[in-house]
Nanobody
Framework: QVQLKESGGGLVQAGGSLRLSCAASGRTFSTYVMAWFRQAPGKEREFVGGISRNSDYKYYADSVKGRFLISRDNANNVYLQMNSLKPEATAVYYC????????????????WGQGTQVTVSS
C-alpha cells in the first residue's frame, strides 16, 4: 500500500484560498487513483475531488465545482487548490488512494492519510 501525508491546512477567512498537498510514498504512485475527502464534526466523511492515474479525468463534488481544483505531479504529490472558501468547508481533509476502479466512494479507497484541518472563518 501507499503511505500518504497531507499538509497545507490552516485557518483562512471566507473567500480566501488554500492549497492542500498530499505526499505519497512508493514507486507505484502513478498506478493509483487519488482523491480528497473531508469530514466535518458530527458529519460523515464526504468526497471532495478525485483524479485518475494519468490526470485525464477529474471528478468533483457538486458543492466545490468551479472553486476547487485537484491535480497531481510526477513527484508523488497530489494537490487540492481551494478557492472562494466558505465556512461550511471547515473540516479535516484526507488524501486517499485506490489501486483500481473509478468510483469515488470512501469505502473503495484502501489507503488514507491522517488528515489536515481546514478552518474557514466567517
Amino acid at each position: 500500500q501507499v503511505q500518504l501525508k497531507e499538509s497545507g491546512g490552516g485557518l483562512v477567512q471566507a473567500g480566501g484560498s488554500l492549497r492542500l498537498s498530499c505526499a505519497a510514498s512508493g514507486r507505484t504512485f502513478s498506478t493509483y487513483v487519488m482523491a480528497w475527502f473531508r469530514q466535518a464534526p458530527g458529519k460523515e466523511r464526504e468526497f471532495v475531488g478525485g483524479i485518475s492515474r494519468n490526470s485525464d479525468y477529474k471528478y468533483y463534488a457538486d458543492s466545490v465545482k468551479g472553486r476547487f481544483l485537484i491535480s497531481r505531479d510526477n513527484a508523488n504529490n497530489v494537490y487540492l487548490q481551494m478557492n472562494s472558501l466558505k465556512p461550511e468547508a471547515t473540516a479535516v481533509y484526507y488524501c486517499a488512494a485506490r489501486f483500481c476502479g473509478t468510483t469515488m466512494d470512501a469505502q473503495d479507497f484502501g489507503s488514507w492519510g491522517q488528515g489536515t484541518q481546514v478552518t474557514v472563518s466567517s
